[in-house]
């Protein structure tokens, strides 16, 4: 399994983006960088979305999963 991670923001010239492009079948996840106060995030996603699509990430089975993975999946799931 790769991971990507973007810093989304608007100091481009620091390697921030304003938008990164998730593919589908992938897991994503967002958090604030230290210090950071507010976040305003939105999904757009072509074709449309669909709730019998949509499976929850559970941070047990995703860690027997992916164990290498375990420290950002339990950052990013409850």
């Known amino acids: 399994m ?3 991670s973007s810093t989304l923001g608007q100091d481009i010239a620091a390697g921030m983006r304003l938008q990164h492009c998730v593919p589908g079948r992938c897991w994503q996840g967002s958090r604030l960088l230290p ?7 939105g999904t757009t996603m072509s074709p449309g979305f669909d ?3 949509y499976v ?4 047990e089975t995703l860690i027997r999963k992916y164990p290498e ?5 339990a950052a ?3």
């Open 35 to 41: 210090g950071g106060s507010y976040a305003l995030l």
């Open 56 to 59: 929850v990430g559970n941070r």
């Open 51 to 53: 709730y019998a699509d």
């Open 69 to 73: 993975r375990k420290e950002i999946i």
């Open 76 to 78: 990013l799931t409850r």
């Open 2 to 4: 790769g991971t990507q």
